[in-house]
């Protein structure tokens, strides 16, 4: 868990940080219910190999029906606290919802995809309640198509990783 102190606007909850460092189990259900404001991120690469958003919804979701049982947030809660916490953390009220003068930036996921069936019927819990394997299908930033069929449109996505490899190993090599 890490407080904006600097703010004091609330925590930005990071549940895979927390459980690679083994420093517990923030309370978020507790913060919830005394109107802690709370966002989820995925803290930085130290921590976090990972830093991917949707793996964080899925896991802070599992982790607090774990240990709070029933108080736990819903698959739809961990979400708000995704966007609509996140942007608040930020100080932002132009951002964290879907809703007319809100900018939006914005992904999609073919909801054909074959980890989903039969999980469709709770579409605002499903991010968090079943999970997101692999990449979202497209994503729409200042109105531009970045990402199409899960591919960076931006980039060549195999020279870059190709080229951090590279540079990975150099440094290893030093």
């Not at 591919?151 to 290893?172: F, G, Q």
Request: charged share 25%; hydrophobic share 40%.
């Amino acid at each position: 868990m890490k407080l904006l102190a600097d703010t004091g606007t609330g925590v930005a909850h990071c549940p895979i940080s927390n459980m690679k460092l083994a420093s517990g189990v923030a309370r978020v259900p507790e913060m919830l219910r005394l109107g802690v404001p709370v966002g989820l991120a995925v803290d930085g690469s130290a921590s976090n190999d990972g830093s991917s958003l949707m793996e964080e919804l899925r896991v802070a979701y599992l982790l607090h029906r774990l240990h709070a049982c029933h108080a736990a947030p819903s698959g739809y809660d961990i979400l708000k606290l995704a966007t609509r916490g996140s942007a608040r953390l930020l100080g932002r009220d132009d951002i964290g919802q879907l809703a007319v003068g809100k900018c939006c930036d914005l992904f999609l996921v073919d909801a054909r995809r074959l980890e989903l069936t039969g999980s469709l019927y709770d579409p605002k819990s499903v991010l968090a309640t079943v999970g997101l394997r692999g990449a979202v299908d497209t994503t729409i930033v200042n109105g531009k198509v970045v990402v199409e069929h899960g591919r960076l449109k931006t980039v060549d996505e195999e020279r870059l990783a190709r080229d951090a490899s590279d540079k990975c190993a150099a440094y290893l090599r030093r």
